[in-house]
């Protein structure tokens, strides 16, 4: 069973930068498990953010950028927001199947 | 605009069957696969797995084979998701999400509560 980590919780202040991360129990991550990456907010459905690793989609935010760094997907947010507080799930292809990630809870204080 | 629209809430008992429902509209059905997630109540997202809207082939996560079946009416641009003989921890907000490669828009969600 293929597991995919995030970091439980992070927290950054107004203005700062962060980066979350996505690793996978199968070894390093690449382009080849085409990394998204998605906000959620209570109550509300998933709002897509960036596929195939660094791609945007046409609603995302400039201060949103995705990477790969030291064999994981990575999110990063500059000049956070106070609206950017929400869960932040990676989703990872794997030969057929997407398997996500469990979640950031990411917290603006 | 792109929209995915699901049904409403259903409360049903142990053993049942649901069928939960995601209308697409603003683009052509058949050109674009449908997800569908599961979120059980503050957990985090499940994929379940994908449909081909233009074959009908459908392709099941590990862990959601046997008593889920996905399906299509091309006809008025919908997907299906059909669970049968529920249980407790099948309850869950249940969403669609247009294209496998992007996820890019999603449904508003069905919460199903499965309880005697």
């Known amino acids: 069973q293929t597991v995919v980590t995030q970091e439980p919780s992070l927290t950054v202040s107004p203005r700062g930068t962060v980066t979350l991360t996505c690793a996978s129990s199968?070894?390093?991550?690449?382009?080849?498990?085409?990394p998204m990456w998605f906000q959620q907010k209570p109550g509300q459905a998933p709002r897509a953010l960036i596929y195939g690793t660094s791609d945007k989609h046409s609603w995302t935010p400039a201060r949103f950028s995705g990477s790969l760094l030291g064999g994981k997907a990575a999110l990063t947010l500059s000049a956070v927001r106070p609206e950017d507080e929400a869960d932040y799930y990676c989703l990872l292809y794997f030969g057929g199947a997407w398997v996500f990630g469990g979640g950031t809870k990411l917290t603006v204080l | 605009q792109v929209q995915l629209v699901q049904s409403g809430s259903e409360l049903k008992k142990p053993g049942a069957s649901v069928k939960v429902s995601c209308k697409a509209s603003?683009?052509?059905?058949?050109?674009?696969?449908i997800n569908w997630v599961r979120q059980a109540p503050g957990q985090g997202l499940e994929w379940m797995g994908w449909i081909n809207t233009n074959s009908g082939i459908s392709t099941y996560a590990q862990g959601f084979t046997g008593r889920i079946v996905f399906s299509l009416d091309t006809s008025v641009s919908t997907a299906y998701l059909q669970i049968s003989s529920l249980k407790a921890e099948d309850t869950a907000m249940y969403y669609c999400?247009?294209?496998?490669?992007?996820?890019?828009?999603w449904g508003q969600g069905t919460l199903v509560t499965v309880s005697s």
């Open positions: 999400a247009r294209d496998t490669a992007q996820h890019d828009y």
């Open positions: 199968t070894g390093a991550v690449t382009t080849g498990h085409y």
């Open positions: 603003g683009y052509t059905f058949t050109r674009y696969a």
